[in-house]
Structure formats: C-alpha cells, structure tokens
C-alpha cells in the first residue's frame, strides 16, 4: 500500500478532484467578494447623503443590483464548494478503500487499522473546512475593496495607518497563536498520560483488582494529577485565545479612536464611513479567528491522510480486482506444498518465527487435519496454503503446476478461528433461499436469524452460533477446498459431533477436500490423514487407520451437558438491555424538554451559569454601545470629551466584562468535564468484571477520550451563538429606542425569516440523524473491509461485489444526504443574508419617505450593518449539534452511576499471604445469553494448597477462563463457599492474594503502587529472560512496550515476580513462548516457584510437561471430569 506522499492543501484537493468546477467557484468567490464590497461602500453612502432624486435612483438601482449578486453568488459558491468537496471526500474514501483491498495481507498487516479509520473519519470534515476556506477569500476581498476605498477615495494617510496597524495586529495575533500552538501540545503530552491512565484501569480491569496498591496509586497519582493538568492547559489556552480576540477588539477600537480623533481635514461623513467599514472590519475579523480552527481541522485531516497514502498512487475507485484475464487453476485434484518456508520479520533479529514444510500433499475427496499447541505455526501454516502469505522459499503446486497466491484463492472457502461474518452473501450471482433456509434450520439458527431481502436479518448471536453461520456461508459459496480453523471448539457436544461426523462425511461425499485445525482427538477417525506441527514444523503425520491416539492423561468421555459454548461477552452478545435503557432515557430526555434539559447540566455550576447570565448581556451591551459612541463621534467641542469619558469607561467595562465571561465559562466547561471524568472513573473502580463488559471498556474509553474532548472544543460555539443572539437582541432593542417604527419593521421581517430559517432547520435536524447513521454505516462497511480482509482476498468477486454494494453505496448515499443538508443549509443562509440586506435597504431607501429622521440614520445602518449574523449562520447548527452532544455525554454520566458496586473493604495484604489452603466448595457460575441455553461452570469442589503446582487444562470453550475468573473473585459465583484455612470468606476481599497473567492480560507501563523496587533483581530477571537490550527501567517506568506478544508475557511475568504474591496465575503462559523459554517456564521456573511455596495454578495444553505439576484437573463443558495426582519419585503415574 503506497504511503507517504506529496502534501496536498485544501484548494489542491479542490483542484484535483475539478479544475473547471474549482474555477467557477473562484469566479462566483471573487464575485461575491466584490459585490459585497461594493456594498460595504454603498451602504454606508447612502446612509449619510440621500439628498437628492438623483442619488435616491443611483442608490435605489445600485444597491438592489448588488445585493441580488452578492446573494446568489454567495449562494452558487457555497453549494458548489460543498458539492466539490463532498465528491472528493467521497473518491477519496473509495480510492483509500479500494487500495486497501488491493493491497497482498502482508501488506495489509503492516498498516494501523485503526489510523485507515481514523483517516476516513477525518476526512468527513474535509468539505466544511473547504467550504470555510472560500468564505475566508470572500471575506478577504471584501476587506481588500473596502481598505482600498479608504486609501483611494478618502484618506490615503488613513489607508496606510490602517495597513500598518493591521499588520502590527498579525504579529501579536500570531504570537498569541504560537503561545497557544505550545500550550496545545503541552497538552496533548499531558492528555497521552492521561489515556494511558485510562487504558490502564479500563483494559487493566482484571490486573487492578488483585492490587489494591497498585490501583490507588494509578488514580491517586497519575490520572487525577493528568486530569487536573489537561483542565489547566485547557483553561490557560483559552485564556490567551480571549487575549487573542480581546487584542482584536480594542486595536480596531483604537484604530476607530484616532480616525475620529485626528479627521485630517476629513468631513464628518467620510470618518463615519471608515469607521463603519473599520467596524464591519473587526466583524470579519471576528468570524475569521471563530472560523481557523474548522479550517485547520480540515487542513490537518487532508495532511494526516497525505502522510498515510501517496493520494496521486492510489487505485482508482472504479477498478476492480477480478478479472477476465487473471489465470486460475482449473479443476482440482490435488496440491502439494514442497519445501515451503515462511518466516514473519523480526525488526531487531531480521527473522521471527518461521514455518518451513518439506512436503504435503493434499489430495482431492480428503480429509486433513492439523493438530498441535498454540504458537506451533499452524494457522501461519493455513495463511500459506490459502495464498494470503508469500512463501519466502518453495513452492506450491495445484495439479502438479507451481502456483502463485492469485492463482489459488479461488479455491478456497474457509472459516477462520478470527472469521469475520458479512450479513449478506457477497459475491454469489443467484442465493438459493430455500438451501439457506433449510441449513438455517439444520443448524439450529431458525428463529434466532433469518435471510429476507437478500440479507440476514441480525448478526446479533452467540460465538458458536455466528461460526454456524459462517459455516451455511462457506457451503454455498461451494468453493473445491474448505478451510475450518477450530471450527468446533466454541460448538456445545451437540454441534461439536454433528460437524465431524455429518458435516465434514458430507463435504468429502460431494468430493470437496477438507483441511480443519483441530484439538478435537477423539474423531480423530474422520479424517484421511492427520498433521502434527511443533515449532513451526510437521513433526507427525498418519493415517489414523495407522494410529488412533489417545490423550495421554485423559480418556475422553462425551460431555451430556446441553451447553453452549463458553461465551465471550462482546457488544453483540449482552448489550440488549442496555441500549433499551439507554433508548428509554433518550425518550425521557426529549420529553423534559430543553430549558430542563439544561437546568441539569448546569445544576452543579449554578453559580457559574448565574455569573455568565449577568456577565453575557454585560459584555454586548459595552460592545453595541462603544459602537454607537464611536459612530457618533465628531471629535470636537464638549460633546467629543464626554464622548472620549463614555468610551473609555466603557472599553473598561468591555475588557472586564469579555475577560470574566470567557474565565467564567471556559472553567465552568472544564470543571464539568474533569469532575465528569473522575465521577465515571470512580465508578469504573468500584463495579465488577461482568458490568464492565456490559458497558464496554471501549465505550467508555471513547466517552473519556474523543467524546468529552469534542465536547471541550464545541463548546466555544455555544458561547460564540450565545453572544451573537444577545448581541443581535440589543441592536434590535437600541434600534427600537431610536425609532421603535424601524424596530417593528426589523421584528416583522426577523419573524418571516425565522419562520423559513427554522422549516429549513428542522428538514436539516432529521438530516443530521441521517447522515450520522449514514457515517455509521460507511465506517462500519470499512470496519468489514478491514475485518474481513482475508475473507474478502480468497474471493475476488467477492470483494468486488463487497465494495460496489457496500462501501460504494454508503459513501454515495452519504454525500447525497450531506448535499440535501447542504442545500437547506445554504437556503437559510440565503434567506437570513436575504432579510438582513431587506432591513437595511427598506431603512435606507424606504422609511425615510415615512419619517425616519436623517440623523439618526447612519447609526442605525451602522449597527444592522455590523449585527453578528453570519456568526449565528455559520454556528447555529453546530451549536445545535453541540448541545446534542452535551446532552449524550452526561446522559452516559447518568448511566455510568447505576453501574453495581463490589465489597470495597478488602483484606490486606499481609493478612492475605499467611494462609496454608484455599478450598472452595460447590461453587457454580452461569452465563444468560439470549438464546435461554446458559452456559455454565461447576458445581465444582477443589482446593489449593501452599506451594502446590496445579494444571487446568480442556479444550477450547470447555470453562478453564470462566473458572480461573470465579475462584479469583472477578466473577461472583452464583453458588458454593469459599474457605480460607477452614475460614468462610469473600474470596472478592481476598484478591490481594493472586498474582494473575491472563491469555488477554494488560501490560502495564510502569511498577505502578511499589515504593521501593529492587534494581538489582530487576536487572537480573530481565537478563534471565533476555529482555536487557529491549528493555529499561527509569524511575520504575520501562523505556518500551513495543515487544513481541511473547516478550510482552516475559515482561509481565517479571512484574508478577516483583510484586511477590503468594498465588500465582498463569493462563496459557507458554503458548506464545519459543521452545527454550517454555522448556524454561516448565522446568525451571514452575519448581523455583514451588520451592519459595508460591501456589501456581496454570491453564495448559502442553502435555510434554504435565510431569511439572503436583496435579492435573481436566474441564468439559464446564465440569471437571477428572483429576491426576503426580508423584515426584520419578515417572508419572
């Protein structure tokens, strides 16, 4: 996948995607610019020197003239920009997807998923920032006409004080904004602490609860200090982004000061008209500080997508993969792989682990099945085979004739054990409903899903169940070669026999080749040959007519128990109560109404709301009437020195009013969102395991993370509206005090306008929850994508239909939706510049026929000239969607405060490490799922004694994780009784005594809750477990985690070492270990460990060492069915 290209900026993306499209909205830019400048001088004119017929014509032909032409231009350059930009996100997203499915998995695994997301999710506000970037020209040429009328016409000595004095404000803004450049990414180092703080307690859930110590010491002394420091940075920027626009103000002011305090032989008039213009000016201004963060936004997004894709290599939207000239193998008899050898990379040793097969052969009608431990190469091994991976040697042959990856996709249909399942069958001409049914109802699924209208109906199931359905897809994609990788082991007894014994016969009887990655030795008997594989090799074949193996501690007996599989709880798997809740408050919200609504968010911050309520009409009431004093101005006699008294004390007023408004609110904000921070983790802390999945760690996170800090960002647009509204009031209520006939013409016209503005808005809120939905649908499409790239590579009419049906789709239909909310978007500015231009034209050339007094004229002009609603436009909507956002987060505050609290007073740790026996009696836990088929642990009785060595071991989904979760406490049993020495206790208050790594354990970045650490210890276990050249320890934190999965266990282990519990845990331990470090693990550290009379409990399948363990418990769907004792005075009994 090409990376790493040339750096576009937002009129080159606009360029590319049309240059005849990108010209034309110059052109109507560049119009509407000028028009808008023409009127910026005209208005002004007409205001002050209407005296006679022929201006009254001049101006009554001129000004109509312009306002038609500013609004339409306006109009067509905003529609077409949007329309522009939105096509080129739109190919752009097509372009990153379909070279993304281009790309070989080799490729494909070196990229981020989640940067190609995120990419995409950037990309969205591309279009705004476009759209916002030709205002920003627009405004500018009308700034440029309106500067160079004043040079030209009326002052030339004005024209360049006023030039100097811009460009002395450019260097003190742009000082300002490298202050707050540094203070933005002080806080992103302090925000990346804080997210680490977050991953630590909400994917380090499990690792917490056994560590009092180490748990308040992350909350304690890392995330309440990052939180606090995050608010701090946030509220200093917004500080010095108030200077920014403060400094704006009162240079505009002092700019207005002296051209009324020096007029230079200037009449009257001409310094009113500069300082309107001046005034209209710092309007502008205004918008364009509101407006830069959109457009950097959108700049940022283009360049971060620049950085990840060379944009001019990328594949063209229409290109597909399949086509008509591509070789394919025909049919098939049989392939054999010789001397294959596949090694992944190792960027500090060159090579990682490596497959390498000397000779295979699979033949047509056959049954293979690949055996061996986790970590031993056979899913490599199937990646291989399948042509996903290149080998580096060998070669591969189908029918006798070497192959290459291409070649040989097409023949497969595989279920991996990571399968990804697209709710339609993609890639098929014709879906035979009938034989999709009948298997729906052969495996059990009718009733739980169902294929209508060329889709299943939910995907909404159970592991088991989803591989079940995964299955019925492979059947009737009827490729010649099925792949199963661990297909059975999330089946209950029931599925686990029906698929070896019906299913797998069945394929081999319509002559399909099967090869299955299995543990499942007691039907070893299917199959026409068996592989084992160690270490990345095939140790073992056979014929299982030659040899039919026996586990070598157990004799299998069929489990009776009419159990599901042992669930992985995921969203899709126990979230329906949850978003019923979470609908039900939604409605409740919308009953409250707003004005409620926003009583409970501001509940907490009343005395803030009450100041900011006092503190915004404060500040807008200096701001319009220094604008009236300024207009007035005459700068002479006794009427310019009160003048100069009333606009001083109102510049004081302004600045301290501005100040504390911006202080006020921005804290309130920030106070809000770290007590909401601390609140939801505090309850995090205190809930259990199985809550927690409920919500999902991921959910939260994301709520924590991007979703509090968009928050944090919108929340300058409410106060941004808030201000533009009340402004907006008082010129309205000042207009009223002049002429209250002008008033009422203005509130007339405001109630016509308001009444198309708010039908477009409320087209435009049903949009936003579209398109929202819509943007779901794209991400979740690319989600497929990304997920399912390997089933979309063995299939390349599959992954053409794929794109064409859904990435294509969704991205066609939410550019649609954004240019119908575009359309409406565009009316109602139209319709508001409309009747903001109607006012003043009907003030200018109308009322004065009717009796509106002449000298009261240009300064109601003035103020409707300058009123702030381009401010309202432009934000409303994101004001609205804001608030929106607002309400979610706090109704998700709302949710995380029902969340169940465990016992909080647990045992010390020194009280917990004397103890000589853990026994546990009948104890029992089941999983609800939807399907009314629980499944279940126990009842189980067992016991663990003081420097004893236990194995549990099982087929996958056979309860071994669900029992090491109960008999810690992460898990409250539904039954049974827990013992202690002969003492009942809550084995919850107890869990200071186990030092656990779980197969899905966290890594932590530092010895978090260790005063003291023994260096030299430390130094020596990273020695013994060859991690000295990879990693360091400073200040108790590691210098890298960017370790190999199993270096990352090394590393954890050292850490579980270190903190010395009595009882250590250790599931599947040596799977991801190379030979030498789980003969290590086995031989050596297990009896160390035995020696210092640590208690070692371990879920293993690796038979070779069960020798290592004082006993032996064997799970099948969820019971224990048998135990092994093993003596120590030589063999194993």
């Not at 060998?394 to 990571?418: L, Q």
Request: with cysteine; charged share 25%; aromatic share 10%.
């Amino acid at each position: 996948m090409p990376k790493g290209g040339k750096i576009l900026n937002l009129f080159d993306f606009l360029w590319s995607t049309s240059r005849r499209a990108t010209l034309n909205i110059i052109i109507l830019s560049v119009m509407n610019g000028i028009s808008g400048g023409i009127l910026l001088i005209l208005l002004p004119g007409a205001a002050l020197n209407i005296d006679s017929n022929e201006q009254l014509v001049f101006y009554s032909l001129a000004l109509p003239v312009m306002t038609i032409l500013f609004l339409v231009s306006r109009h067509l350059s905003q529609q077409k920009t949007e329309a522009l930009a939105g096509r080129g996100v739109e190919d752009m997203v097509m372009r990153i997807s379909n070279t993304v499915r281009h790309a070989e998995f080799q490729e494909f695994e070196k990229f981020k998923r989640s940067d190609i997301l995120l990419g995409i999710a950037d990309a969205q506000v591309i279009s705004d920032a476009a759209d916002k970037n030709m205002q920003f020209l627009q405004s500018y040429i009308i700034l440029f006409i309106g500067w160079l009328y004043i040079f030209v016409f009326l002052s030339p000595f004005f024209g360049i004080f006023i030039l100097l004095a811009r460009l002395l404000l450019i260097l003190l803004q742009e000082m300002f904004r490298k202050i707050i450049a540094s203070l933005a990414r002080e806080q992103l180092e302090e925000e990346t602490d804080m997210f680490t703080a977050f991953q630590n307690h909400l994917y380090g859930f499990k690792e917490l609860k056994f560590n009092l110590g180490k748990n308040k010491d992350i909350f304690n002394n890392h995330l309440l200090p990052r939180i606090e420091a995050v608010k701090e940075k946030r509220v200093l920027s917004r500080r010095y982004g108030t200077e920014l626009s403060l400094t704006s103000m009162l240079f505009h002011m002092l700019i207005m000061v002296c051209c009324a305090s020096f007029p230079m032989s200037l009449a009257p008039d001409d310094i009113t008209r500069i300082i309107i213009i001046i005034f209209f000016v710092l309007q502008n201004d205004m918008l364009i500080n509101a407006s830069t963060h959109s457009i950097a936004e959108g700049t940022a997004a283009l360049e971060k997508l620049s950085r990840l894709f060379d944009l001019d290599a990328l594949k063209k939207s229409c290109e597909n993969i399949s086509s008509p000239s591509r070789k394919t193998v025909g049919g098939f008899k049989s392939i054999v792989v010789e001397d294959v050898c596949f090694a992944y990379p190792d960027p500090l040793n060159g090579q990682g682990f490596s497959v390498r097969i000397e000779n295979l052969t699979v033949r047509s009608g056959e049954i293979t099945f690949i055996v061996g431990g986790n970590g031993s190469g056979k899913s490599t091994f199937i990646n291989v085979l399948t042509g996903l991976c290149e080998p580096d040697e060998g070669v591969i042959k189908m029918n006798d004739r070497p192959t290459v990856m291409s070649e040989r996709r097409h023949m497969f249909s595989a279920v991996f054990s990571d399968f990804h399942l697209f709710d339609q069958f993609y890639g098929l001409d014709v879906v035979d409903e009938e034989s999709v049914r009948e298997m729906l109802r052969l495996t059990e699924l009718e009733g739980k899903t169902r294929y209508d209208q060329g889709s299943f109906t939910t995907l909404d199931l159970s592991t088991g169940q989803r591989k079940r359905l995964a299955l019925i897809v492979a059947m009737m994609e009827d490729r010649p070669i099925f792949v199963f990788d661990e297909w059975a082991a999330d089946q209950d007894p029931h599925f686990r026999n029906y698929f070896y014994e019906n299913i797998l016969p069945s394929l081999k009887k319509k002559g399909k080749t099967v090869v299955a990655i299995t543990h499942d030795d007691r039907y070893f008997h299917i199959a026409d040959q068996v592989i084992r594989m160690d270490s990345g090799l095939i140790v073992e074949k056979w014929r299982p007519e030659q040899k039919k193996p026996v586990h070598p501690l157990f004799l299998h007996t069929p489990g009776a128990f009419s159990t599901e599989e042992e669930p992985r709880l995921s969203s899709e798997d126990v979230f329906h109560e949850d978003q019923s809740a979470e609908e039900k408050q939604e409605r409740e919200f919308k009953r409250e109404g707003t004005l409620k609504q926003l009583r409970k968010i501001f509940r907490k911050e009343r005395d803030a709301a009450k100041k900011i309520l006092f503190l915004l009409p404060l500040f807008t009431f200096s701001l319009v009437s220094l604008a009236v004093i300024l207009i007035q101005m005459q700068g002479q006699g006794q009427i310019a020195s009160a003048s100069y008294l009333k606009f001083a004390l109102f510049i004081i007023l302004l600045v301290m009013a501005f100040r504390q408004l911006q202080k006020t609110f921005h804290q309130a904000v920030e106070n809000r969102i770290s007590a909401l921070r601390v609140n939801v983790m505090e309850h995090v802390r205190k809930t259990d395991l199985l809550t927690l999945k409920k919500v999902g760690a991921g959910r939260i996170y994301t709520a924590l993370t991007s979703d509090i800090r968009a928050v944090s960002t919108t929340s300058d647009i409410i106060l941004f509206c808030l201000q533009g509204g009340v402004r907006t009031t008082m010129i309205y209520a000042y207009i009223g005090l002049l002429y209250p006939p002008a008033c009422v013409m203005m509130i007339l016209l405001t109630v016509i306008g308001a009444f198309v503005y708010f039908f477009n808005h409320t087209k435009m809120i049903g949009l936003f929850d579209k398109t929202r939905d819509q943007e779901k649908k794209l991400f979740e499409a690319v989600s497929h994508l990304l997920e399912g790239f390997r089933e979309l590579k063995l299939n390349d009419k599959k992954s053409d239909d794929f794109y064409n049906r859904s990435i294509r789709r969704h991205a066609s239909r939410l550019r649609q939706l954004k240019l119908r909310s575009v359309h409406y978007y565009a009316n109602n500015a139209t319709v508001t510049y409309g009747f903001w231009k109607a006012i003043l034209l009907i003030m200018i050339l109308v009322m004065p026929l009717f009796g509106f007094p002449r000298e009261i004229l240009p300064v109601s002009v003035a103020l409707v000239l300058t009123m702030p609603l381009r401010q309202i436009i432009d934000r409303y909507s994101q004001f609205h969607m804001a608030y929106l956002s607002i309400l979610r987060l706090f109704r998700f505050e709302n949710s995380m405060k029902g969340l169940g609290e465990e016992p909080s007073e647990a045992v010390s740790p020194v009280e917990s490490d004397a103890y000589k026996e853990i026994r546990y009696k009948n104890i029992s836990f089941t999983y609800s799922t939807k399907d009314n088929r629980p499944f279940s642990v126990g009842p189980i009785s067992i016991s663990f004694k003081a420097g004893e060595i236990i194995f549990i071991t099982g087929g996958n989904g056979s309860g071994k994780s669900t029992l090491l979760n109960v008999i810690t406490g992460l898990y409250n049993s539904d039954s049974g009784r827990v013992f202690i020495d002969n003492r009942e206790v809550d084995i919850r208050l107890h869990r200071e005594l186990f030092g656990p790594i779980f197969t899905d354990f966290h890594l932590f970045d530092r010895f978090y809750g260790m005063e003291k650490i023994d260096e030299a210890k430390l130094n020596g276990l990273l020695r013994r477990f060859r991690l000295e050249n990879l990693v360091k320890c400073v200040d108790g934190k590691f210098s890298s985690l960017h370790l190999s999965t199993g270096q990352k266990k090394r590393l954890a282990l050292i850490i579980a070492i270190m903190e010395d519990k009595p009882v250590y845990i250790f599931d599947e331990w040596a799977a991801d270990q190379d030979p030498h470090f789980r003969k290590f693990f086995y031989k050596t550290l297990l009896p160390e460990f035995k020696a210092q009379g640590k208690t070692v409990i371990a879920v293993s399948h690796d038979d070779r060492y069960f020798h290592a363990a004082d006993r032996a418990l064997h799970l099948e769907c969820g019971r224990l069915v048998d135990s092994k004792i093993f003596f120590k005075k030589g063999d194993v009994t």
